[in-house]
């Protein structure tokens, strides 16, 4: 049974550009969310997705957007790139709709923008 | 995180036992989550504990919860290089997001 899986692992941008980041959710989970780790520090919530939209959006910009498939993989844009925006990106699934008992996360993307 | 507090560091001699603290805000949090990362990878859920329980044991991890002082600990028996990692604690906000302290740092030493 395959955990979360995320792709690219590593990603060098420069200001201005655009990246997208991808997540395939654990087999059986419906829900993804997403955190931006910055360096030293411990995962900040960006947004969850549930039956393909957005449900709840932490404090981050609106140059970071989301889109959930119909079979529940989903997408991380960032638009705009700054160099704050340099960070392990992780996302995480959990079931059935909600947080519940656990939420597995995935290995992260590492993104730098130069 | 900023609702979520931890020490940042703790250096523990391999075969001792580890106890990493952690205090939050939110009285109304679910559940509790322990978490380790090592150098390079995601997050590893360790364990978690619900909320209207005072201790979980799982092999060599003890979670202890204090509801009254919002306090969080997790004991770790045994320990050895392997556990060297950082370790996040985090609550749970309602039911769509986790909220994590800033992560303590353990180090294990022969």
């Known amino acids: 049974d395959a955990g979360v899986t995320q792709s690219p692992t590593h990603l060098i941008k420069t200001r201005g550009q655009q990246v997208t980041l991808r997540c395939s959710p654990k087999?059986?989970?419906?829900?993804v969310s997403w955190y931006q780790q910055a360096l030293g520090q411990g995962p900040q919530f960006i947004f969850q997705y549930y039956e393909e939209e957005e449900r709840q959006r932490g404090n981050f910009p609106d140059r970071f957007s989301g889109h959930q498939f119909p079979n529940y993989s989903s997408e991380l844009n960032v638009n705009a790139l700054l160099l704050g925006d340099s960070a392990l990106y992780l996302c995480?699934?959990?079931?059935?709709?909600?947080?519940?008992?656990?939420?597995?996360f995935g290995p992260g993307t590492r993104l730098l923008v130069l | 995180g900023e609702d979520v507090e931890q020490s940042l560091f703790l250096s523990v001699r391999e075969g001792d036992s580890s106890v990493i603290n952690c205090t939050y805000t939110d009285s109304s949090s679910t559940y509790l989550y322990w978490y380790k990362q090592e150098p390079g990878a995601g997050l590893q859920l360790l364990t978690y504990i619900f909320s209207n329980m005072d201790m979980k044991q799982d092999q060599r991890l003890t979670v202890l919860l204090n509801k009254k002082d919002k306090h969080l600990s997790l004991r770790i028996a045994d320990t050895q290089t392997g556990d060297s990692a950082i370790y996040f604690c985090a609550e749970s906000i309602s039911d769509y997001k986790l909220s994590f302290g800033a992560g303590t740092t353990v180090t294990v030493r022969a």
């Open positions: 995480a699934s959990s079931p059935d709709g909600g947080l519940q008992e656990t939420q597995y």
């Open positions: 087999s059986g989970h419906d829900t």
